[in-house]
């Protein structure tokens, strides 16, 4: 703390924290702007830095909160340990951006977070690359990364395996760009989950390309809660998306989170959603569920060159081409172009 007093507080001038090697504890720290330097903070973390496993000490959300700042890089090579076993039940810790302008995150290992590795929510120009992700398949709500409330985000060449989504779009992300990513084990790549909050805002603008999922649980997907909450999905699209034993590879869930009571239909409008060459393996008969609202139908669904192979869970290397596919859609109205190999609702 005294160290980030010094780079952001008494520095005019760029200045850089720096964590050498060597490996440290720590409970949660806020690094909190604005600082005085008209260009960005450098944190280097080149060791290890292991969270504190008394969860008393877990007031909120966070391990690593960065706020109020407008230009920070977090970078080194080094990686956070979120020790987080014994906190998976009550998920608190995660590396958090808050109100975060032009902040860069890059060349870092995040194992075992608490809760998301990492958070970024009300900001604007976030990138990060070369990171690598990783905790346990059966880790709850421990996702790669989680983006809310932030327009202008680019996310590239990182490698993510956890036991959530590998990299979720929240409520309020606009112009998004995310590509290279390797995912899994995990639940996929989602856009989500929409319409649990009032005050919620629209999603648009979000491209997922050249990424490539393996093992994992679902593909691509967007997830609505049944609520009266009104906002808009729109402009989404996943383009280039190698899949390799995905058991569930397309989803649209505007019933998300009503499993076992019904709540009504969702009221989160989704539309001109683009599912682009995508190709791979599932061991699922129906590699296209599009479960959409009956109060908000989907409009501009389009599928252009989706092939998907079926693989039987017991013989993952070989493809059986006569099983017979099936696609499951409601209250969705779709487009197709290209060569399809999967049945496609019409």
Avoid at 40 to 60: F, H, Q, R
Avoid at 67 to 82: A, P, Q
């Amino acid at each position: 703390m005294q160290a980030w007093q010094e780079v952001c507080k008494k520095s005019a001038q760029p200045a850089k924290l720096l964590v050498p090697e060597g490996t440290y504890m720590s409970s949660p720290v806020i690094f909190q702007g604005p600082c005085l330097s008209t260009q960005p903070v450098i944190v280097e973390v080149k060791g290890t830095i292991l969270a504190n496993e008394d969860l008393s000490a877990y007031d909120e959300d966070f391990w690593f909160l960065f706020e109020k700042i407008n230009g920070v890089i977090l970078t080194g090579g080094g990686t956070f340990d979120g020790r987080g076993a014994s906190a998976w039940k009550y998920n608190d810790g995660s590396i958090k951006m808050n109100d975060v302008d032009n902040g860069v995150v890059h060349d870092l290992c995040s194992v075992n977070s608490k809760f998301f590795h990492f958070h970024v929510t009300d900001s604007s120009n976030f990138t990060a690359y070369n990171l690598r992700i990783t905790a346990p398949c059966d880790s709850p709500n421990t996702d790669g990364m989680h983006i809310s409330s932030t327009c202008g985000v680019q996310v590239s060449n990182s490698v993510i395996a956890t036991g959530d989504d590998c990299i979720s779009v929240g409520p309020g992300v606009t112009n998004a760009n995310i590509f290279g990513i390797t995912c899994g084990p995990g639940h996929g790549i989602s856009i989500g989950s929409l319409g649990k909050r009032d005050q919620e805002k629209d999603v648009c603008g979000v491209t997922f390309s050249n990424c490539t999922l393996n093992n994992t649980t679902n593909g691509v997907r967007i997830k609505t809660y049944a609520s009266p909450i009104q906002i808009k999905a729109s402009d989404i699209t996943f383009q280039d998306i190698t899949m390799n034993n995905v058991q569930n590879p397309i989803v649209i869930d505007q019933h998300y989170g009503s499993r076992k009571k019904k709540k009504g239909d969702s009221h989160v409008k989704i539309s001109n959603v683009h599912y682009k060459n995508i190709r791979g393996t599932t061991p699922s008969n129906v590699p296209i569920t599009l479960a959409c609202s009956a109060a908000a139908p989907c409009d501009g669904i389009e599928f252009c060159d989706v092939d998907l192979d079926f693989v039987s869970d017991d013989l993952q290397s070989k493809k059986h081409p006569n099983t017979t596919f099936t696609a499951c859609c409601t209250n969705a109205k779709t487009t197709f172009s290209g060569q399809n190999k999967v049945p496609i609702c019409e």
